[in-house]
């Protein structure tokens, strides 16, 4: 029955692993021969000039026959040895083993009998011949312990035979127990040195074995890795480069041989890379070991980076070269370096942003240098953003980096500091020069963009602060400059202004009054007063308008006109928002004669998603009617995206909240919306009420506007009534209410009750 696959693949081996062995020992003992052959030739040619006379052609002819032998035996012995060493199966053995016997036979032949037959110097010198070529054939036999026994044990024969031929006595006897004794101990010697030999081939074949599993395992692990293997001799040259080298540099086996790691890793072009280069020219040339040193060279046109660990190689204390591991670490080095870049650009338009443009600042007063900083933001980016949406918007400051980069002269400096924000550092500093580059801002900025279909067309505003007379550190020229810009805001934007003292002092007053208004809800310093609705055919009040007022605990009353432009700037209009409209709603809940409350929605409030639930949370959490409460909106909040503004006011008007059009007749008055929204309530400015006395157009309009609101079912509220005359013509007109300071200023909630139940002349 056959054997298993696996036992046949171990035999298999097994037996390839005692070929290996087998071919060491012949190819060792054919090594041997060689000597052993020319030192028994000499000593048979200077044995047959001594005794040729004495022995005559018995001696010619055995030296006849050892001549032909040692040609034989030579010619096969340099056919073995002329190449390496290779598998020998037991046929080679048994061969050699007749080699060896055939040897003993021919070399020890006559010197053994002449010993056994002779006496004196024919006797002692051949006797001396047999037993220096038993021991040399011992030793030339060893590695093969087969061989050298039947070397030995042909040679004793001889002894025996050559004994008993020539007459067995007490010496001849006493002779033979002697090299019967002296083949014993030879084995005995003999064994000990082919065991050692073995062993010693057997070592050096798994060696071999372990050395070659090795090299399969770094040369997989440099396939599969990053990592390759390299080594130099002692003038750095690279010895066997691997493909996987080669492939790294893009360079023949023959190039790479040739080069030398100095050359091969040269070309770094400065900072990081050149102190790698250093620290690694310092290592070798001080023959030390090295880890992990990164360094850079030009690899196939392109910069490449290197991860490279290596140790010296010493030999009896020579240096022979270095060997170590190097991998191509330029993906991560790529990748560090786009961490960095990230870390201090803006990933929209690549502009640096606000981090590396403070560090540049700090430079620059390091440095010492007057220089300009200039601080622009757009003006009407935010509509643009919210009429098309984000794609266009991000668009948008692409194209004005781009514009503001074409701008900039070889020592100006950009960053985009946030939104629609940029600052520049320039060296101009003289008035004209910076006017004249900021006149160039703002023209460039201008000019119109087409994007995705559409044309837009943004402005800018921008601040100018000249260090270090507007401030000697980053702190005081950043916000120099921002109180520039809001200068030029306030100008009328499109424009640029440069930094004064008294801006300084209005900006700080500002941010002094954005912080006492952040906490004046949690401290409740605001109040509402409120102003009534006068019925215009009856008297009667109707409801009342709900009117913040922030009393301050230093300032005292701070009118809205100062703080309420403050809030919606800085965002606090949406928290302070949903107060009033808590607080209106639950003042109006005690009202006995079941007035309505009207309140002003702030444009940057009405922003605010959440608006519809914060009014339903409001109305729920005081018990107030809906119908009882009364929003007024203006015109502002439907120029941005009409569309969201009319989805929020429907959403607010299923409450059961009206719905008030306020300031009708100014600004950006459109029919259309009128037409799209069906609002409770038109309220006429108070600036077409004050003219009714002397101009007859204001007539015509106030007539129009309730023509209007008739014919779309709306009423109409007059504001801003004085006079007793302007009363009587909005009467006439056919206005439903009236309010001003005819009938009541704006009133603490503590003081509503002696006006709520009076009449007022109709």
């Keep these: 029955m056959p054997a298993p696959v696996n036992e046949r693949s171990a035999t298999d081996a097994g037996q390839g692993h005692d070929d290996l062995l087998r071919g060491r020992q012949i190819f060792a003992v054919e090594q041997n021969t060689e000597r052993g052959l020319v030192s028994f030739g000499v000593a048979a040619t200077f044995a047959t000039l001594l005794f040729h006379r004495e022995w005559g052609g018995t001696i010619l002819a055995w030296y ?3 001549l032909g032998f040692c040609a034989i035996r030579f010619t096969v012995m340099r056919r073995t040895i002329g190449r390496t060493p290779s598998p020998m199966g037991r046929a080679a053995e048994r061969q050699l083993i007749a080699w060896a016997a055939l040897s003993s036979l021919v070399m020890t032949s006559l010197p053994v009998f002449v010993s056994m037959q002779s006496e004196g110097l024919s006797f002692a010198f051949m006797l001396a011949l047999a037993l220096g070529t038993f021991w040399s054939g011992c030793f030339v036999f060893a590695p093969v312990f087969g061989a050298a026994i039947a070397f030995m044990l042909v040679e004793l024969v001889l002894a025996v035979a050559a004994g008993f ?4 006595d007490w010496q001849r006897g006493m002779l033979m127990a002697l090299f019967a004794c002296g083949v014993g101990g030879a084995i005995h010697i003999i064994r000990q040195h082919s065991e050692l030999f073995r062993h010693s081939v057997v070592q050096q074949l798994d060696l071999e074995q372990n050395t070659e599993v090795i090299g399969l395992l770094l040369r997989e692990h440099e396939d599969q890795s990053s990592d390759w293997l390299w080594q130099t001799d002692a003038a750095m040259r690279f010895v066997e480069p691997s493909r996987r080298f080669q492939d790294a540099f893009a360079m023949s086996d023959a190039a790479l041989r040739a080069s030398t790691l100095a050359v091969l890793l040269a070309g770094s ?16 040339v001080a023959r030390q070991s090295f880890r992990d040193m990164v360094v850079c060279c030009g690899s196939a046109g392109e910069e490449r980076w290197f991860n490279l660990s290596g140790r010296p190689v010493f030999v009896e204390g020579r240096f022979i070269g270095y060997r170590g591991v190097m991998a191509d670490v330029t993906a991560a080095k790529r990748a560090e370096a786009r961490v960095i870049h990230l870390a201090n650009h803006d990933p929209l338009t690549d502009l640096p942003n606000r981090a590396q443009f403070a560090t540049v600042l700090d430079r620059a007063f390091a440095a010492n240098r007057a220089f300009a900083l200039i601080s622009l933001d757009l003006d009407g980016f935010k509509p643009v953003n919210d009429c098309y949406g984000h794609p266009v918007g991000d668009a948008l400051l692409m194209e004005v980096a781009r514009r503001l980069r074409r701008l900039l002269g070889a020592n100006d400096f950009i960053a985009r500091l946030g939104g629609d924000e940029f600052a520049i550092k320039t060296l101009r500093h003289d008035q004209e020069s910076v006017e004249s580059f900021c006149r160039r801002i703002l023209e460039v900025i201008a000019e119109p963009l087409t994007i995705d279909g559409y044309t837009v067309a943004v ?3 921008v601040g ?4 270090p007379v507007d401030g000697g550190s980053r702190e005081e020229i950043t916000k120099s400059a921002d109180a520039a810009l809001y200068r030029a805001k306030q100008g009328g934007r499109g424009t640029f202004r440069f930094f004064a003292a008294e801006m300084d002092q209005q900006l700080q007053e500002r941010q002094r009054l954005v912080q006492a208004l952040r906490v004046a809800v949690a ?14 055919r009856t008297g009667a009040v109707t409801g009342c308008e709900a009117l913040i007022r922030w009393q301050h605990p230093t300032r005292g009353l701070v009118p809205p006109a100062d703080f309420i432009p403050l809030a919606e700037e800085s965002g606090l209009i949406v928290p302070i928002g949903a107060w009033v409209i808590e607080e209106a709603c639950r003042q109006a809940a005690t009202w006995q004669g079941g007035q309505r409350v009207s309140l002003n929605i702030s444009p940057v409030q009405f922003k605010d998603r959440d608006l519809p639930e914060r009014i339903l949370a409001a109305l729920t959490l005081s018990g107030l009617s809906p119908s009882r409460l009364e929003l007024e909106v203006t015109e502002t909040i439907l120029i941005d995206d009409a569309d969201a503004a009319l989805d929020s006011l429907r959403r607010i008007r299923a409450l059961g909240v009206r719905v008030a059009l306020d300031d009708f007749g100014t600004g950006y008055s459109s029919l259309s919306y009128l037409r799209r929204f069906p609002f409770d309530k038109i309220k ?12 007859p157009d204001s007539q015509v309009i106030v007539r129009a506007i309730h023509d209007i609101a008739v014919g779309l079912g709306m009423t109409v509220t007059a504001e801003g009534v004085e006079t007793a005359e302007q009363a009587q013509q909005l009467r006439i007109t056919g206005c439903d209410e009236f309010q001003g300071f005819l009938y009541s200023k704006p009133r603490p909630a503590a003081d509503l009750w002696d006006i709520m139940d009076r009449r007022y002349a109709a």
Aim: include cysteine; hydrophobic fraction near 45%.
């Design 165 to 168: 031929y020539a007459g067995l």
């Design 684 to 695: 006429i400015d108070r600036s077409f009420v004050s003219d009714l006395d002397s101009r």
């Design 523 to 536: 401290r409740e310093e605001l109040r509402l007063y409120f102003q009534p609705f006068i019925d215009a």
């Design 64 to 66: 006849l026959c050892v």
């Design 464 to 467: 100018v602060a000249i260090a």
């Design 269 to 284: 072009s400065g900072g990081e890379a050149a102190g790698g280069q250093v620290r690694l020219r310092d290592a070798v």
């Design 459 to 461: 402005g800018a505003s």
